[in-house]
């Protein structure tokens, strides 16, 4: 099973809609989950054209800088906490990243999200950043920006997969190109920590 992961769009702030190459990869997902910074809910019925859609509600996402309040919406929610393949999967926009302990610590800001039931995975958004860590057994995945990575300019970000086939859940990030996409290059990527 294949989860499509994306966040922090910011369409049309960043351009008039997603680069296709996003579509495309995600032809063959079976839900697509979206952390958040959307700014215009056409993203979401354009991704719940390919697969189901979750979305988180970003900062972005709530009238702040002078942005329109995205309207209320079944697939819009602070948090998910969505069940597929055996597997529970949470979706927010911010999680404490990085951290500061000892208070700000991403296994605290878990607990508070879901103190009824921990996920497996953790999807999340808000930094523009692609990161796959685990904390505390939990499997934590940024996909980064696909028009805004690392805050930068608009130019080709990052997307991500959720795998969940076998026993555990596995993640991968991958670069748009103007070709489509490539496996991320952990090793020369430009992370601030």
Sequence with gaps: MKIGLISDTHIPESMPELWPHVYEQFHDVECILHGGDIHHISVIDRLNEIAPVYAARGN?????GGRAVLADDPRLKDAWLVEYNGFK???THYIPMPESPPHLTVP???DKLFPENRP???VYGDTHVEQIDVFDGVLCVNPGSPTFPHNLTLQFGTIGFL???GDRPRAEIHQLNEGG????DWENSRRPW
């Design 108 to 110: 605290r800001w878990i």
């Design 181 to 184: 996409v490539e496996p991320f």
């Design 89 to 91: 999967i949470g979706l």
């Design 60 to 64: 972005g996402d709530d009238g702040s």
């Design 163 to 165: 795998h969940l086939d």
């Design 120 to 122: 497996d995975v953790l």
